[in-house]
C-alpha cells in the first residue's frame, strides 16, 4: 500500500507536469516596501516547490516579496522558475548547500521582517498574517514559529524543545494538531526553520546562521538560542501553520539523521553552559521544558465553562483570575470542567492566547488528565463547590493526585446563603437544622483546600469559622472608564444580566421588578422604558416585551447602553457574593437603585453611592428620584465611581489574589 508521500509527490508531480504543458504563470506580487521578505532554498524535488509557490501565491494577503535560491537543480525546477514572475531568483552553480544559501538569500532582504520557508512547505491561509501579528505585539519577540503538519494529518512538531544533551524534541509529534494543548501561544527553545519569522535586524545583528553548521541542521536551533541569548524570545504562534513533506528540501532521510547526529555535537560545545539548565532528554519532562523560561510555576484553574463575560455569574471575576495570573509571570492552564465545549476564537477573545484551554475533555476526562499531569502544576484552584465536589471526590480517592500542587478552592461565593435566601424569598419554609446542613455541605468542601479566596469579609467569616486553613478575600477588577453623556441626554432603565434559568435571581428579579415595580413608575411616567440585555432562555421573561420593556438578547458592546441610560436597576432578591453588575454599570458612570440585599453586599453607602428600595414602591420611587434629579444623579454617580476605584482597582486585585500564592505584593 502506498505511503502518504508517495502519492502526494505523484499528485504534485502530475500537477506540475499539467502546468509546464500550459501557458500559465506563477505571479508573486511586486512589492515596493514588503514587509516580509521569504526565502525559499530549492535544490531539485520541482513538484515539491510548485506545490509551496502556488500556497505563495494563493494564501498570502501580508505585502512580501518572494527571494528564491536555487542550489544548481538538475531537475524541471529551471523550467519551472521560468514561469515565476515577480521573484528574486538567485541560481547558483552548485549546490552550496540550504545553510549558505538562505545566508545568501537574506542579503537581498529589503523586508522587515525575513521568513524562511522551506520548499516542501505548503503554507496556510492566514498563516504568515498570524505569524507577523505576533512578532510585532512585542518588540522582545524576535522570531516566531508555528505549527507543522505533516502529510497524514498528524503533527511534525508545535514548537521544539532542546534537552540538555542537545538533542531535539518536536513537541507533538504524531500527535492531533486540533488537540488543546497546540492552541496557545508559548515561549519556546526554537522553532523549525521550515517556517521561521525572523526579524530582519535581529538577524543581521546575529549574523544569520552559523556557517559552522552547514551544510544544513541545528542551524536554526542554534540561531534561535542565540537569539534568546541576546534578549529576544522565540514564540510558538498556533495560528500560522504549514504543512510539510519532511525532509524533502534535503533529499535522503538518512543523510538527514546522520547530519543532524554530526551538528548536535558542534551544536553541544557552543551552548554548553546553557544546555546544562535545561531538561534531560526524558519524554515525561516534555510538559515542563515545552515553555521558555523554566522557572515558571504552573498553576491550573478549574471551573465550569470558558468564562466569557456574557455568562455573569462570578465569570468576569474568573476571567480576571486568569488575566492576572498570566501577567504576573505564571504558565496557566485553565480546565472548563462542565460545558468543555466552545468555539477557539471565542476562547481567546476572552483569555490570553498564552493561556492553555483544555477544550473537549469534562467530567469524563479529569482524572486522567490530572494523572497525566499529577507532578507538573505547583498551584489549582477550584472555583466554584460544584467542582469542588467533582474535585474533592478525586481526592479522597488518591491524595497525590494532585501531586506538590497547593490547592486553593475559589468559592466565588456562598451558593448555600443564595439558596436559604431564595427559598424565603418563594415562601418555602426551611428550618434553621436545614439552613444549617446546607451550610455545612458547602463549607466542609474545603477539608482538601490549603487556602480558601471569597468574594467578601462577610462570607470569609464563615469559612475562617469552620476550618483552620488560611481565608483571603478577592473582590472584582474593574477600570473606571464612565461613558461622557450627561444627565440631561440619557433616558431609559438598564437592565444587565444572563436571563437562561427559570427561577434563577436573574430571572426572579427581572419578573418581580417588571410585574411589581414598574408599574409604579409608569403610572408616573409612562415614556420610561426598560431596556434588557442578557441572553434570554427563560419563558417567564420572553414574556415581558411590552411598550415599556425592550428584550435586547446578547450585546457584544454594553458601552452605548451604558452612556444612553439614566438608572441602572438591580432588583436581586436573592443572591450570594459580591454582584459584578452593579460594580460594572457603576464603572461606567451609571448611577443604580437596588435592593437592601445588594447594598449589603456592596457595603456602600444608601443615598450616597447608591439607592435603595425595600419592596416595590420604595424601589419606584428611588427610581424615579434619581431618575428626575439631576442634582442627585451626578453626586450617586461621581460617590459610586470612587467606590469602584476604592474597592476593584487592579492593585489592590493583584495583591488580594497574590495573597493566595504566598508571592509579595
Not at 494538531?177 to 522553532?191: G, L
Not at 418563594?426 to 455545612?440: F, H, N, V, Y
Not at 439631576?630 to 476604592?646: I, T
Request: aromatic content about 8%; some cysteine; glycine content about 6%.
Amino acid at each position: 500500500m502506498e505511503d502518504h508521500k508517495t502519492i502526494f509527490r505523484r499528485k504534485l508531480k502530475e500537477e506540475l507536469t499539467e502546468f509546464l504543458n500550459s501557458d500559465t504563470l506563477i505571479k508573486m506580487p511586486l512589492i515596493a516596501d514588503a514587509c516580509v521578505s521569504i526565502v525559499v532554498v530549492t535544490w531539485n524535488q520541482a513538484e515539491l516547490t510548485y506545490a509551496c509557490l502556488r500556497g505563495l501565491e494563493q494564501n498570502i494577503t501580508v505585502p512580501f516579496e518572494l527571494i528564491l535560491v536555487d542550489n544548481a537543480s538538475t531537475d524541471e525546477t529551471d523550467e519551472l522558475l521560468g514561469r515565476l514572475q515577480g521573484a528574486r531568483i538567485i541560481k547558483n552553480s552548485e549546490n552550496v548547500g540550504f545553510l549558505l544559501a538562505v545566508n545568501q538569500g537574506v542579503e537581498f532582504a529589503s523586508g522587515k521582517h525575513v521568513l524562511l520557508l522551506n520548499n516542501d512547505a505548503i503554507i496556510r491561509t492566514g498563516s504568515l498574517e498570524a505569524a507577523v501579528t505576533t512578532l510585532e505585539a512585542d518588540a522582545t519577540i524576535g522570531a516566531v514559529g508555528g505549527p507543522i503538519v505533516l502529510l497524514d494529518g498528524n503533527l511534525q512538531e508545535a514548537g521544539s524543545i532542546v534537552w540538555q544533551d542537545g538533542t531535539c524534541l518536536g513537541y507533538g509529534r504524531g500527535r492531533n494538531p486540533n488537540d488543546p494543548e497546540f492552541q496557545f501561544q508559548r515561549d519556546v527553545d526554537y522553532c523549525s526553520g521550515a517556517f521561521l519569522l525572523v526579524r530582519r535586524d535581529v538577524w543581521r545583528m546575529l549574523g544569520g546562521f552559523a556557517e559552522v553548521f552547514a551544510p544544513a541542521y541545528y542551524e536554526e536551533t542554534d540561531l534561535c538560542l542565540r537569539l534568546q541569548d541576546a534578549g529576544y524570545r522565540v514564540v510558538y504562534e498556533p495560528k500560522a501553520i504549514i504543512d510539510h513533506y519532511e525532509f524533502g528540501s534535503a533529499g535522503q532521510s538518512e543523510w538527514a539523521f546522520s547530519q543532524q547526529i554530526k551538528n548536535q555535537q558542534i551544536f553541544c560545545r557552543r551552548h554548553w553552559p546553557r544546555l546544562k539548565t535545561h531538561y534531560p532528554s526524558v519524554p515525561a519532562n516534555a510538559l515542563s521544558a515545552r515553555i521558555v523560561p523554566r522557572q515558571k510555576q504552573n498553576v491550573l484553574v478549574i471551573d465550569e465553562m470558558v468564562p466569557h463575560e456574557s455568562h455573569g455569574a462570578g465569570y468576569p471575576r474568573c476571567a480576571e483570575i486568569i488575566r492576572t495570573l498570566d501577567q504576573e509571570g505564571f504558565a496557566v492552564s485553565f480546565y472548563p470542567l462542565l460545558v468543555p465545549d466552545d468555539d477557539w476564537d471565542k476562547v481567546y477573545a476572552t483569555l490570553p492566547s498564552s493561556v492553555e484551554v483544555m477544550l473537549g475533555l469534562g467530567v469524563a476526562g479529569i482524572d486522567e488528565f490530572l494523572r497525566s499531569r499529577s507532578n507538573m502544576y505547583d498551584f489549582v484552584v477550584v472555583s466554584r463547590p460544584t467542582n469542588m465536589e467533582i474535585i474533592a471526590g478525586l481526592l479522597s480517592k488518591n491524595r497525590a493526585l494532585f501531586g506538590k500542587a497547593k490547592l486553593i478552592y475559589d468559592a466565588e461565593a456562598m451558593f448555600s446563603a443564595r439558596e436559604i435566601l431564595r427559598r424565603t424569598v418563594a415562601g418555602e419554609d426551611i428550618t434553621e437544622t436545614e439552613a444549617a446542613q446546607l451550610l455545612e455541605s458547602e463549607l466542609s468542601l474545603t477539608s482538601f483546600a490549603d487556602h480558601v479566596i471569597t468574594v467578601s469579609e462577610e462570607e470569609a467569616s464563615y469559612f475562617r469559622d469552620y476550618k483552620s486553613s488560611t481565608v483571603s478575600v478577592l473582590g472584582h477588577l474593574l477600570d473606571v472608564q464612565p461613558t461622557p453623556a450627561r444627565w440631561d441626554a440619557r433616558r431609559d432603565l438598564l437592565f444587565v444580566g444572563r436571563l437562561d434559568g427559570e427561577g434563577s435571581p436573574n430571572v426572579d428579579s427581572l419578573v418581580w421588578f417588571v410585574s411589581e415595580v414598574l408599574p409604579h413608575i409608569t403610572a408616573i411616567n409612562p415614556d420610561i422604558r426598560l431596556k434588557v440585555v442578557g441572553k434570554n432562555d427563560a419563558p417567564s421573561v420572553q414574556s415581558l416585551a411590552s411598550r415599556n420593556v425592550d428584550l435586547l438578547g446578547i450585546q457584544q458592546d454594553l458601552r452605548p447602553l451604558y452612556d444612553q441610560a439614566r438608572v441602572f436597576i438591580a432588583p436581586t432578591r436573592f443572591a450570594a457574593g459580591i454582584p459584578h453588575k452593579v460594580h460594572a454599570a457603576a464603572s461606567f458612570g451609571l448611577p443604580c437603585v437596588a435592593t437592601p440585599l445588594i447594598v449589603q453586599q456592596l457595603g456602600w453607602k444608601e443615598n450616597v453611592a447608591i439607592l435603595c428600595g425595600a419592596d416595590p414602591e420604595a424601589f419606584g420611587a428611588g427610581v424615579l428620584r434619581i431618575y428626575n434629579d439631576e442634582l442627585l444623579w451626578n453626586s450617586v454617580r461621581a460617590e459610586a465611581l470612587q467606590k469602584v476605584a476604592d474597592d476593584c482597582g487592579a492593585s489592590r486585585f493583584r495583591a488580594g489574589l497574590m495573597e493566595a500564592f504566598n508571592k509579595e505584593n
